[in-house]
C-alpha cells in the first residue's frame, strides 16, 4: 500500500484525469458548455466575460458553485461563433476591448478554445484566458500552440502559497502544484502574453516570499505582474470552508482586504 514514504503516494485526486472527466460532461465536438454567455465584469478596468461550466480542481474557497460542481445539470453547449457573437455585442454595448470566459476552467476542449481564439484573432477584442495552468503545465504542446494567437492573454491562476497549502485548498494531488509553474515557464518561452496571479488568503508571510520565489525562478519579470487574490465570504464558500475546518486569514470584503483576526470576522 502506498504512503507518504513511498514517491507513488497520491494525497489527493489527478486534475488530468478529472481535465478527461470533466471534458466528457462540458464538451461536445467544437462545443462547450455555459451558464451564460456574455456579463460585464469590473476586472482589468472592465470586460465582458461568458460564464463556463467544468473544471478540474474542486477549490474549497471557489466562488462558482453549479459550473464547477454540478455541470451535468447547469448550462447549455454553445458553437465558438455563439460565443464570439455575444461576447462582441455585449462589449460594444459596454466599450470593453477585454473579452473572457470565466468561473471555471478556460482550457477545457482545446477545439472549442482554439476556434474561438481564431475568431478573437480577426477582431478587434483581446481574449484574456482564465486558467489554473493544470492542462497547459502538463501538455507544453499546448501552451506552445497558444503562441499563434495575437490577441491573447493568459491569466494563470495559483491556488496556494505551497504545495500543503494548495493540497489542503484544492484536494489535488500536491505534486501538481508544479503545473502552473510550468505552464508559465512553457507561456514565455513560446512568447505568449502571461501574467501569474495567487491565492493568499491562507497564506502567511514566509509562504507568500516561498511563492514569489518560485515565480523569481520560473522569470523574474513575473514579479513584475504578479496578482495577489484573496477570497471573498459568498454563503456557499463560508459553508464549504467551515465544513472544512479551514479559516481564511484574510478575504475581501466591499473592495478592501480585510485580516480576519483583527478585523474581528472570527
Ligand atoms: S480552479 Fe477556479 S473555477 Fe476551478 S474550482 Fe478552483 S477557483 Fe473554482
Known sequence: MANRNNPTHKDGYDPIALTRAAERVVVR????KYA????????????TSAQEV???????????????????????FYSPQQVFNALSKEADKHGHKLISASASE???GQEHLFELLELVDDSKYVFVLETNGMTLGHDRDFALALARFKNLHVRVSIKGSNKKEYNNLT???????????KALDYLIDAGVSCNACVMVSF?????????KEKLHDVWPGLLKS????????FP???ERLANANMVPKTIRHRGKIINVNKGGFV
Not at 29 to 32: A, H, I, Q, S
Not at 226 to 233: D, H, K, P
Open 29 to 32: 465536438g467544437n462545443k462547450r
Open 226 to 233: 504578479v496578482e495577489f487574490e484573496n477570497i471573498t465570504l
Open 54 to 76: 467544468g473544471c478540474n480542481l474542486r477549490c474549497k474557497f471557489c466562488f462558482s458553485d453549479k459550473p464547477v460542481r454540478r455541470p451535468h445539470s447547469t448550462g447549455r
Open 203 to 211: 497564506s502567511n508571510k514566509s509562504s507568500i516570499a516561498e511563492v
Open 171 to 181: 484536494g489535488a494531488i500536491s505534486d501538481s502544484y508544479d503545473l502552473p509553474f
Open 36 to 47: 451564460r454567455l456574455a456579463r460585464p465584469l469590473r476586472f482589468y478596468g472592465g470586460i
Open 106 to 108: 478556460g482550457t477545457l
Open 236 to 238: 456557499k464558500v463560508a
